[in-house]
């Protein structure tokens, strides 16, 4: 029996495409005796709702509940704007993280230096940069109750979410934020808006409390609104942030971007560990999304599906050696030159999915 | 009996020292008889917690609200950092927006030509710039109820807040969004978070309802999350953005931090016009805060308040033509290389408030 289960989840549009580039690779790793990885597959968005008009159905949910590491693709697409709001390709990323309760979202932004000139941003503000989002994901206004449109007397309707935080969450994901500070810049940002939300209240009061266990790691607060425009104006002052689950969407997609290397960056999500076994649920995505306008014509970039494998090998199998080995593949592939279409830059050489991931593991 | 009333409220930090050079613009306006204006003073923030122990009085609320417009400086600072909760500095903020029922917030987002530079975005991306970001203001997870901080048995706290949104509230500010697009370049982006938000759904519902009496204009959903990575990669593509409060206060965070501008950047908050006299309520404030770092130095930037009385006329009062003088005046002063410290640029002129403000009343 294998040591160690991967359980693979395409999902839509590009994900299907990117997810054959990460079985090569587990292919190779385990035929070289670097891993002994069993896999084995589900169906999860529209691909799930197409053939059991569900987002995700119990079964593949349990097989990820099982498995040692999830690795998802991406979920979505025009053809599934008009299914029911409960079944929609979403659905089962939310359902995803929560049933593996997997509550601390890792979203490093870095940015590659062969890449720096596809920001945005002036190169000099970005050029090494290397931010690490720390989003919750399981709680706050993604899953509060109530969350309900009703029909009023009028005529009208009200629609209502919650946000609701609880001390041992904001706790938890602190403590994965000043953990992960120590092994980096020793620096945490903690954004929330305190000054018009309780939950931004009792978000700043407890990382506060928990900073103090972490006495070497400076910490500081900032206003959401703040960060976002922090990020813009001079993104290198951050190491990591941590912050709630819904400007932890916003603000990972703002430092993402900040990097021009968007097709490039892997995520992690990650659960509690074990208090037997000292294992944690995991979750590993990219975090581009499923990107339907080039699905099905072999260009999309697989990087940040690769880098989210090495991710995998990182935080959830110890295996260092093997994911900065396929990290450093990745940079000295962008080195040679080599682009797909998102990246593709003048003097450099377009390639596709297939040539992009065979170019990577021939560098390993 | 002058023929306008403003209500000055210059709270704390740079707010006084800015407040000064619209006193000075007024007296101007009013003795050239452009306008006629009589004008009131009062205290916000921090000022008015030191005298009176609340964010604002009573009698300064009312005297907003009989007022023809507010224009108000900016409220906070680390002084008030720990008084309780109700009295902080932003409660005046909340307070009048509430009261006055200003519900739509509008946030120019222009770039300078002289300016553009600045950005910390590449110059072909800004230059030009010219975004409107209209943000529904006195709804949503600001103001729903329940907003809590409990404690639970087990010794932990838990806390809540809510986003609420009816119907009416929804149309109002699409409707507000969609008539400024036509004054513009006839696009909306509706930007909400439907993939997750019950509000999301109801939002984008009614945005498309009322989309429908405006036939004329470009209407495009966007999610807010990939908003402000857009924002990021490609600002241009944007005309009008419409959103919720809480996405409304870091997008339009965002799109101010672009310009390179935002020491530049006025902002107005119009109520419903009154049934009868056709009047709204109104408030005008910069987009910048009251940035005590740099507080009692005479070296902020006036440009964002002398603006914020600009679109005052234009949108209380309807002097369009003086409007635009005003404007007009702040660019020809920005091309003769007047620059404040938070502009400074090599080769042009660096100067304090009270300069800044003397050049450009000298233009008029
Ligand atoms: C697809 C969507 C539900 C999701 C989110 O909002 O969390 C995505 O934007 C993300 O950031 O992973
Ligand atoms: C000061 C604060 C309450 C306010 C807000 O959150 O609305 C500010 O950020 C703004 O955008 O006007």
């Known amino acids: 029996m294998a040591t160690h289960s991967l359980f693979l989840l395409p999902g839509d549009g590009i994900g299907t495409e990117i997810m054959v580039e990460v079985e090569k690779l587990i292919d190779w790793t385990n035929s070289e005796q670097l891993t002994d990885f069993s896999t084995d597959s589900g169906l999860a968005g529209g691909a799930a709702y197409d053939k059991h008009q569900v987002a995700i159905t119990g079964e593949d949910t349990e097989k990820a509940k099982a498995a040692d590491a999830v690795i998802f693709g991406a979920v979505g697409g025009p053809k599934w704007d008009n299914v029911p709001y409960e079944h929609r390709p979403e659905a089962a990323l939310l359902r995803l993280r929560k049933e593996l309760a997997v509550f601390a979202n890792l979203r490093p932004a870095i940015c590659y230096p062969a890449l720096a000139d596809a920001s945005s941003l002036k190169r000099e503000l970005v050029e090494g940069l290397d931010i690490l989002i720390v989003r919750e994901l399981t709680g706050g206004v993604y899953f509060g109750e109530p969350k309900t449109i009703t029909d009023l007397e009028n005529g009208q309707k009200r629609a209502i979410d919650t946000q609701v935080y609880e001390t041992y969450e904001i706790d938890r994901i602190a403590r994965v934020a000043f953990d992960l500070a120590r092994t980096r810049k020793n620096k945490v940002h903690s954004a929330d808006k305190k000054n018009v939300m309780k939950s931004g209240v009792l978000w700043d009061e407890v990382v506060k409390g928990v900073g103090k266990d972490y006495a070497d790691v400076e910490l500081h607060h900032i206003l959401a609104d703040n960060a976002a425009m922090q990020l813009v104006r001079n993104p290198k002052q951050f190491d990591v942030m941590v912050t709630d689950n819904l400007f932890g969407d916003i603000l990972s997609d703002v430092a993402a971007m900040l990097t021009g290397s968007l097709g490039m960056l892997p995520s992690a999500s990650l659960g509690a560990p074990d ?39 990182r935080y959830s199998f110890n295996m260092i050696e093997l994911a900065t080995r396929i990290e450093n593949a990745i940079s000295a592939v962008l080195s040679d030159g080599l682009r797909t279409g998102d990246i593709a830059q003048d003097n450099r050489k377009t390639v596709g999915t297939e040539e992009m991931g065979a170019a990577i593991l021939a560098k390993l």
């Open 275 to 313: 208090p037997i076994t000292g294992k944690r649920k995991a979750f590993y995505e990219p975090v581009h999304g499923s990107a339907p306008d080039i699905a099905g014509k072999g260009i999309a970039n697989p990087i940040a599906m690769i880098a989210s494998v090495a991710m995998a090998l």
